[in-house]
């Protein structure tokens, strides 16, 4: 029998996980893939929460670069997250998926509203639970709000998925042929060298609660699967190295 490592976990999903091969939108094919891996996890009997990201959409960051007003530009970013993450819950709903969609911000027509301990519930009845709208604040991203959403329902893993990028390198290794990889990393160490794993407020959370973190591509054969089992993939950030 599979020897289970961490039983509730904190997935992120980052908007290019659901463009898949394409420059922009929704690649259902993609999204049921990532649907099947998630039921497959589940299957495993872990409890599993999802951030999703909106960048395949909107990037409230660059639409301020281009002279949207920055709260205005991020607002509409965490309505890009809700569209992905509806899109998300159908997928695993084809797939015989129970699933319930908590947003940080108030759209009752579509989602719940995010309750911490609506969330934990959810999760400790077997339901798949994604979480929209970052965390409702603008100039946090949602990087942010999934190191403290998997803070507070009590993950024993942040899962943090790349697209094309099998975990952290010295440099960007699609641009850089001597990045180094590393297997393990320090939070410190990956705070220092202003690494491109997270943002420092995400990295500094995990850091402060002692939080690990795998960071691993998400088109890997049974990725997260592999994790939650404690098989080497990836990177993995903790306090020690």
């Not at 420059?23 to 299957?43: C, E, F, L, S, W």
Request: glycine fraction near 8%; aromatic fraction near 4%.
């Amino acid at each position: 029998m599979t020897t289970i490592k961490y039983n509730r976990v904190l997935l992120k999903l980052s908007g290019e996980a659901f463009s898949g091969s394409t420059d922009y939108g929704i690649h259902a094919p993609t999204v049921a893939r990532i649907a099947n891996q998630i039921k497959q996890v589940m299957d495993m009997g872990v409890a599993i929460a999802i951030v999703v990201g909106g960048g395949n959409i909107w990037r409230g960051a660059k639409a301020a670069q281009d002279g949207i007003d920055r709260v205005t530009a991020d607002y509409a970013g965490m309505l890009a997250t809700i569209i992905n993450a509806l899109s998300l819950q159908d997928a695993l709903e084809r797939e015989g998926v129970v699933t319930r969609t908590l947003s940080a911000i108030d759209i009752q027509q579509i989602a719940e509203p995010y309750i911490r301990r609506r969330a934990i519930r959810h999760l400790e009845k077997g339901r798949a639970v994604i979480l929209a709208a970052g965390t409702g604040n603008p100039y946090m991203t949602t990087d942010t709000a999934a190191a403290l959403r998997a803070i507070e329902i009590e993950a024993e893993v942040l899962l943090m998925t790349k697209y094309n990028v099998d975990g952290v390198y010295s440099a960007d290794p699609l641009k850089d042929p001597k990045a180094k990889k590393f297997d393990r990393l320090t939070y410190l160490k990956a705070l220092n060298m202003r690494l491109q794993v997270m943002d420092a407020t995400a990295l500094s959370l995990c850091l402060e609660n002692n939080l690990p973190i795998i960071v691993f591509d998400l088109q890997a054969e049974h990725g997260i699967q592999r994790a939650i089992t404690g098989e080497p993939i990836g990177t993995l950030i903790t306090s020690e190295n």
